[in-house]
């Protein structure tokens, strides 16, 4: 059930987006070799999640291109998803409050078993497939950087007991479960102390430097990172201007269709 996992590159040439009410995103360029940090900072609204989903082969984008690990977007998005995971998304990854956190490693580690391993492993002896989920599940928990008997009740903590930073560990645990050269990570820095963002920051780093690619959603970027903006550019304002209200208005529509662009 193991094998080295080799972190994919990440390349975007004019990617873009465009949604019911206007561009989510548009124009994202840049380049980052395997095992890079790559962070995506801008603005709530600004489309971070939605290049996140895209990168990932969630979202078909709708101009430009992109390649992850050799899988061009938007092209072979199927190739790309079987590369990618996803931690910390909202909507998508959610955790379940009422599970413990052993019930979500267990439930992970049977869906990787059953889908993402190949058919032969299903065909091995039961204790060898126990013993081999156990390492899994361990390799997992081990790089994301939690320890299951720190948490108050152990493995059989429910989620809902668990400290943000600790849930997004397990989060990002049960993505690492699947091996993934690319993993995409939303919103790391809401709600978290100073301390906190330094500690998941660093965790980040630290997985991306064991061997995946990382993707991680923020609203302020540390140093040493590949950093991505979908802040929209702001046009110059004439040193004289009668307009100033229309300019204001136009300034809150654009930034509500990118929100809209956002959540569709």
């Not at 987006?17 to 709530?44: N, Q």
């Not at 064991?210 to 929209?232: D, L, Q």
Request: charged share 25%.
């Amino acid at each position: 059930m193991g094998g080295t996992v080799t972190a994919a590159g990440v390349t975007a040439r004019g990617l873009g987006l465009e949604g019911p009410r206007g561009w989510a995103f548009r124009g994202i360029t840049f380049e980052a070799g395997p095992g890079s940090l790559i962070t995506v900072e801008g603005p709530s609204g600004s489309g971070r999640t939605c290049l996140l989903l895209a990168l990932t082969g969630r979202m078909k984008p709708t101009e430009g291109s992109a390649a992850v690990g050799g899988g061009d977007l938007p092209r072979r998005t199927a190739a790309v998803r079987r590369v990618a995971a996803l931690a910390h998304v909202p909507g998508v990854t959610d955790l379940d409050p009422a599970l413990t956190v052993a019930e979500h490693l267990r439930e992970r580690a049977l869906l990787q078993r059953r889908f993402g391993d190949a058919l032969r492993g299903l065909l091995r002896p039961r204790a060898e497939r126990r013993e081999g989920t156990r390492l899994l599940i361990g390799t997992a928990l081990e790089r994301a950087g939690l320890d299951l008997e720190s948490l108050p009740k152990g493995p059989r903590t429910a989620v809902r007991d668990l400290e943000r930073t600790q849930a997004l560990r397990l989060s990002v645990a049960l993505a690492l479960v699947g091996r993934p050269r690319l993993l995409g990570v939303d919103d790391v820095d809401l709600k978290l102390s100073d301390a906190e963002r330094a500690e998941i920051w660093a965790l980040l780093k630290a997985v991306a430097a064991s061997g995946t690619t990382v993707v991680a959603v923020c609203s302020e970027a540390p140093g040493g990172t590949v950093g991505v903006s979908t802040a929209p550019a702001r046009a110059p304002r004439p040193e004289h201007d009668d307009n100033t209200d229309a300019d204001t208005d136009a300034g809150e529509e654009a930034a509500d269709a990118l929100a809209q662009a956002g959540r569709a």
